[in-house]
């Protein structure tokens, strides 16, 4: 069981919006640690989509935003393209672990339609 | 332009060891935490293990305690992981990871390296 909690599929057809939901509790997302997500296209490496909770790195389309409220961070995908089918992942840091605190969700795999 | 490449994966039977490195170009490596993060097929990403710019502090997942030593050569520019009584569970892609701190998002990754457990 991840400590994040991500639907493990979301699907849309091309040009369409979709979110993709990363909850936590209050040692995590609920005590303010950032929320950052992650972009898997298939046979890569996971590669830095959102930091910071909606702060994007250059180079990456403005079609992706994040968000965060509470306990949980979502991740906005508009105008859906063919080249978004990836598994998206988002990440933070927990204080009630042992180790780094460096947490995942368990990942969501979108399916454009 | 910042770049990790990984080597050192391969086929091992359970009980036995293999040792990652993996090698850092493009920016001041010494200015960096760096994290072991793996995959194992079909799941998600799980965090092993990090190790502090001077390497003074680590931290390992419970799952490879004792087991794995994570070090690094800030001279080489290369990070290390020891991986001992290597079990089928460790089966996975192995990323080598930058992050500025444990709260910062991990900015870069490697292509990662196959590590394979069986008999």
């Known amino acids: 069981q991840s400590v994040l909690t991500q639907p493990p599929s979301v699907s849309g057809a091309p040009g369409q919006r979709v979110t993709i939901s990363c909850t936590g509790s209050?040692?995590?997302?609920?005590?303010?640690?950032?929320v950052h997500w992650y972009q898997q296209l298939p046979g890569t490496a996971p590669k830095l989509l959102i930091y910071g909770n909606s702060n994007r790195p250059s180079g990456v389309p403005d079609r992706f935003s994040g968000s965060k409220s509470g306990t949980s961070a979502s991740l906005a995908i508009t105008g859906l393209q063919a080249e978004d089918e990836a598994d998206y992942y988002c990440q933070s840091y927990d204080s009630s672990l042992s180790g780094s605190g460096v947490v995942f969700g368990g990942g969501t795999k979108l399916t454009v339609l | 332009q910042v770049q990790l490449v990984e080597s050192g994966g391969g086929l091992v039977k359970p009980g036995g060891s293999l040792r990652l490195s993996c090698a850092a170009s493009?920016?001041?490596?010494?200015?960096?935490?760096m994290s072991w993060i793996r995959q194992a097929p079909g799941k998600g990403l799980e965090w092993v293990s990090y190790?502090?710019?001077?390497?003074?502090?680590?931290y390992y997942a419970d799952s490879v305690k004792g087991r794995f030593t994570i070090s690094r050569d800030n001279a080489k520019n290369s990070l290390y992981l020891q991986m001992n009584s290597l079990r089928a569970e460790d089966t996975a892609v192995y990323y080598c990871a930058r992050q500025v701190a444990t709260i910062t998002p991990i900015d870069y990754w490697g292509q990662g390296t196959l590590v394979t457990v069986s008999s």
């Open positions: 190790i502090s710019s001077s390497g003074s502090t680590i």
């Open positions: 493009g920016f001041t490596f010494s200015d960096y935490y």
């Open positions: 209050s040692s995590n997302i609920g005590a303010g640690y950032d």
